[in-house]
C-alpha cells in the first residue's frame, strides 16, 4: 500500500519561510515523478513544483526564485523549501507523486498525500 505522509506546515508571517517534506513509502518513485500542489478555499487545486526522473523541475511561475524542490530517490522523499512568503501561498499542501507521468494536471497523479496547512500572516 502506497502512503506519502507531508509534514513541516504551519502559521508564519509574510515574508518568512517554510519547508515541507513528503516521504513516500509502499512504492519507489525514483523513476517515476514527484511533485507539490495547493489548494487554498473556494479555489480548485494547483500545481506548485515538481521533480521528475532525471532532475528536471517545473514551477508554476507564482513560486519561482521563492520555492525551491529537491528530491531524494534514495529516501523516496520529497521537500518543498518556501522563501519570501506571501499571504497568497496560504493552502493546503499536498504532495502527490506517480510513477510514470510527467506532468503539471492533478489528475495525472495516482498517489496523494494527506495535506498540510500552510497559513502566511499578513
Known amino acids: 500500500q502506497v502512503q506519502l505522509v507531508e509534514s513541516g506546515g504551519g502559521l508564519v508571517q509574510a515574508g518568512g519561510s517554510l519547508r515541507l517534506s513528503c516521504a513516500a513509502s509502499?512504492?519507489?518513485?525514483?523513476?517515476?515523478?514527484m511533485g507539490w500542489f495547493r489548494q487554498a478555499p473556494g479555489k480548485e487545486r494547483e500545481f506548485v513544483a515538481a521533480?521528475?526522473?532525471?532532475?528536471?523541475?517545473d514551477y508554476t511561475d507564482s513560486v519561482k526564485g521563492r520555492f525551491t524542490i529537491a528530491r531524494d530517490n534514495a529516501k523516496n522523499t520529497v521537500d518543498l523549501q518556501m522563501n519570501t512568503l506571501k499571504p497568497e501561498d496560504t493552502a493546503v499542501y499536498y504532495c502527490?507523486?506517480?510513477?510514470?507521468?510527467?506532468?503539471?494536471?492533478?489528475?495525472?497523479?495516482?498517489?496523494w498525500g494527506q495535506g498540510t496547512q500552510v497559513t502566511v500572516s499578513s
Open positions: 509502499g512504492r519507489s518513485f525514483s523513476l517515476g515523478t
Open positions: 521533480k521528475y526522473w532525471g532532475g528536471s523541475v
Open positions: 502527490a507523486a506517480d510513477l510514470t507521468r510527467r506532468s503539471k494536471r492533478a489528475n495525472d497523479y495516482d498517489y
